[in-house]
């Protein structure tokens, strides 16, 4: 069976008030169960320690299915400058400074992975899984989440099975609100995208807050999700993976 895992990007108090407008257009539409990426001290503007009502909705979420993931610490790109253009169009431009393990060594990442997942742990959450912020992870970050002990991690175009060590293509459908002509684009490309991935096994969708702050995207990811959801089976990341290894156990 065709599978979809749906998550929810940069969800932190700060964002809060999004995350739950989204978060009420997916049960409208029965997508079921989420991921939850979870960002313990968004932009530095607290955690979830302060917002208690928060905590209670987000662990009544998991207690009905949902996944909680660790989506970094900070979500921003704290690092040295960008040394070439490349690096600066991908750090800069593409992510807007918010690729905050983009350029770690394995030591800091390792440091920021263990705090972010020990603070949401300390909450009540479970944590087995990471993505880092706008996919972006040097090689450092790589031997980091795989000395974690996560069970996964997801780049922009896999799942990524850390304990027996391999790849699970899942592309992943996504939206840029940040201007006009990123909408406009991400429309087509949102339709464009569901039409060239009908056959593939496994697919993503991923929600950014500010998606819920433009009626016409969101009308279009109404329309994707609805065609998705007839036709694929939704699972966390975590199940996905585990799917995963039952369906091609490792050798």
Do not use: Y
């Not at 390792?110 to 997942?117: D, F, M, N, V, Y």
């Not at 706008?134 to 304990?163: K, M």
């Not at 016409?216 to 966390?236: D, G």
């Amino acid at each position: 069976m065709r599978t979809l895992c749906i998550a929810l990007h940069d969800v932190a108090p700060a964002t809060w008030p999004q995350c739950e407008a989204l978060l009420a257009f997916l049960d409208g539409l029965g997508a079921a169960p989420l991921t939850l990426l979870a960002v313990p001290d968004f932009h530095g503007r607290g955690g979830f320690e302060a917002a208690p009502a928060i905590t209670a909705a987000l662990r009544a979420r998991q207690a009905r299915g949902d996944a909680i993931a660790l989506h970094g610490l900070r979500h921003r790109d704290e690092n040295a400058p960008p040394r070439t253009p490349v690096d600066w169009l991908r750090r800069r431009v593409l992510t807007a400074g918010e690729g905050e393990f983009a350029a770690l060594a394995a030591d800091a990442a390792a440091r920021r992975i263990r705090e972010g997942r020990e603070r949401l742990g300390r909450l009540g959450f479970a944590i087995d899984g990471c993505v880092p912020p706008a996919w972006l992870a040097s090689a450092g970050t790589r031997v980091a989440l795989r000395r974690s002990g996560l069970r996964w991690a997801s780049s922009h175009a896999a799942l990524h099975d850390l304990v027996e060590d391999r790849r699970l293509p899942a592309p992943c459908l996504t939206a840029s609100p940040r201007s006009a002509w990123r909408r406009g684009l991400s429309r087509a490309w949102l339709r464009g995208l569901l039409r060239a991935t009908r056959r593939t096994p496994l697919l993503r969708v991923g929600l950014h807050p500010d998606d819920v702050l433009h009626p016409a995207l969101l009308a279009v990811w109404s329309a994707v999700l609805q065609e998705l959801l007839a036709t694929r089976a939704p699972l966390t990341k975590s199940q996905a993976v585990a799917a995963a290894c039952v369906a091609a156990p490792a050798r």
